[in-house]
């Protein structure tokens, strides 16, 4: 599966973006689909994760709340709603399906997209 993420941008603290990845290649409605996010310096962590129906949704604690997960599956999109969103929220946000193993490890994942940054202000 290829992954392009979009809709990255420049907030201030409180404000909100929503994040788009458009994937095409293997059957996307079979794939559960993950957001994960890397800041400088540190390593990439586990942001949200949805079904392949979207039905069964993980969140990190960190934006549980904040946060919303989605997808169309007639469009092979998933989102990435952020809402309230905080300087601690800067970061490069990837897309990415799971393989196999663990839902919140980066290594459970494939097809990652190059990513796009959000920046928040406060």
């Known amino acids: 599966v290829q992954l392009v993420e979009s809709g990255g941008g420049s907030v201030q603290a409180g404000g909100s973006l929503r994040l788009s990845c458009a994937a095409s290649?293997?059957?996307?409605?079979?794939?559960?689909m993950g957001w994960f996010r890397q800041a400088p310096g540190k390593e990439r962590e586990f942001v949200a994760t949805?079904?392949?129906?979207?039905?069964?949704?993980y969140y990190d604690d960190s934006v549980k709340g904040r946060f919303t997960i989605s997808r169309d599956n007639y469009k092979d999109t998933v989102y990435l709603q952020m809402d309230n969103l905080k300087p601690e929220d800067t970061a490069v946000y990837y897309c990415?399906?799971?393989?196999?193993?663990?839902?919140?490890?980066?290594?459970?994942?494939?097809?990652w997209g190059q990513g796009t940054q959000v920046t928040v202000s406060s």
């Open positions: 949805i079904s392949g129906s979207g039905t069964t949704i």
């Open positions: 990415a399906a799971l393989g196999s193993g663990t839902y919140y490890r980066s290594e459970s994942y494939h097809g």
């Open positions: 290649g293997r059957a996307f409605s079979t794939l559960w």
